[in-house]
């Protein structure tokens, strides 16, 4: 399973800084570029961990019936 980050947003500054809000947008992007990418894998199952326990976690429920 993916571990969990927190990374707060920055504070903004009192008067405004086109870099400051550029990184701040780059930031966020990358976050939820991210956060895609994680949901897409746990659909998929791309993950080589995440198939393996899925495969496993099937065989098993399957030997139960």
């Known amino acids: 399973m993916?571990?969990?980050r927190r990374?707060?947003?920055p504070v903004p500054l009192p008067d405004y800084d086109n870099q400051n809000e550029a990184?701040?947008?780059r930031t966020i992007e990358f976050?939820?570029?991210q956060l895609e990418?994680?949901?897409?894998l746990a659909?998929?199952?791309g993950d080589k961990r995440g198939s393996l326990a899925m495969r496993k976690f099937q065989f098993l429920l399957m030997g139960a019936s």
Do not use: F, Y
């Open 2 to 4: 993916a571990e969990v």
């Open 7 to 9: 990374n707060p947003l």
């Open 23 to 25: 990184i701040t947008r």
């Open 31 to 33: 976050a939820l570029d």
């Open 37 to 40: 990418t994680d949901v897409d």
């Open 43 to 45: 659909k998929t199952q």
